[in-house]
T-cell receptor, first 112, second 113 residues
Framework: GESVGLHLPTLSVQEGDNSIINCAYS??????FIWYKQESGKGPQFIID?????DKRQGQRVTVLLNKTVKHLSLQIAATQPGDSAVYFC???????????FGSGTKLNVKP | DSGVTQTPKHLITATGQRVTLRCSPR?????VYWYQQSLDQGLQFLIQ???????AKGNILERFSAQQFPDLHSELNLSSLELGDSALYFC????????????FGPGTRLTVL
């Protein structure tokens, strides 16, 4: 089975609020994770990544948190905007040519 | 625009047929990845090529095959098509082999009737 997965399939937030999207993984040896955003009708787009030697990484309006103890990571979006409406995937890139896993995705709906 | 191109954008065919999907990676990228995305399956990794050679294999059916050519473009061949093969097929590319920061194409929507 997949080694990454998402807790919630759909998240609705009010414009201007902060959003938190969660992801769990099962492979404790995983040391690199990526978050992707997929807008309707488009291919996934890289947002931010994090390595296992970090607990937190910040980008523009986005922050990824990694909790290795419970094998959980989250994507926080500050001041969510209508343009943030999309499906968000966490992904675990392959090492040593193993399978590349994506989480099933969380759909973020931003209400005006 | 990611720099990755895919053709055709839409493809409608019948069961039992064979189709070829084409992908051109970003300039300078040596790895090409193929994914299938259907409504009930999410994004599924199929296969990866790096500089012409297969490097990783995911949930790819035996009826499907792929190759990467010397000019680094890639083709995904789908044969003996079934209704369940209807999906979006994405190609992605990256510089290296580790799957880091993949750039995705716009996808090919395959409909099998």
């Amino acid at each position: 089975g997949e080694s990454v997965g998402l807790h919630l399939p759909t998240l609705s937030v009010q414009e201007g609020d902060n959003s938190i999207i969660n992801c769990a993984y099962s492979n404790s040896a995983s040391d690199y994770f990526i978050w992707y955003k997929q807008e309707s009708g488009k291919g996934p787009q890289f947002i931010i990544d994090i390595r296992s030697n970090m607990d937190k990484r910040q980008g523009q309006r986005v922050t990824v948190l990694l909790n290795k103890t419970v094998k959980h990571l989250s994507l926080q979006i500050a001041a969510t905007q209508p343009g943030d409406s999309a499906v968000y995937f966490c992904a675990e890139p392959p090492y040593n040519f193993n399978k590349f896993y994506f989480g099933s995705g969380t759909k973020l709906n931003v209400k005006p | 625009d990611s720099g990755v191109t895919q053709t055709p954008k839409h493809l409608i065919t019948a069961t039992g047929q064979r189709v070829t999907l084409r992908c051109s990676p970003r300039s300078g990228d040596l790895s090409v990845y193929w994914y299938q995305q259907s409504l009930d399956q999410g994004l599924q990794f199929l296969i990866q090529y790096y500089n012409g050679e297969e490097r990783a294999k995911g949930n790819i059916l035996e009826r499907f095959s792929a190759q990467q050519f010397p000019d680094l473009h890639s083709e995904l061949n789908l044969s003996s098509l079934e209704l369940g093969d209807s999906a979006l097929y994405f190609c992605a590319s990256s510089v290296g082999t580790g799957g880091i920061e993949q750039f995705f194409g716009p996808g090919t929507r395959l409909t099998v009737l």
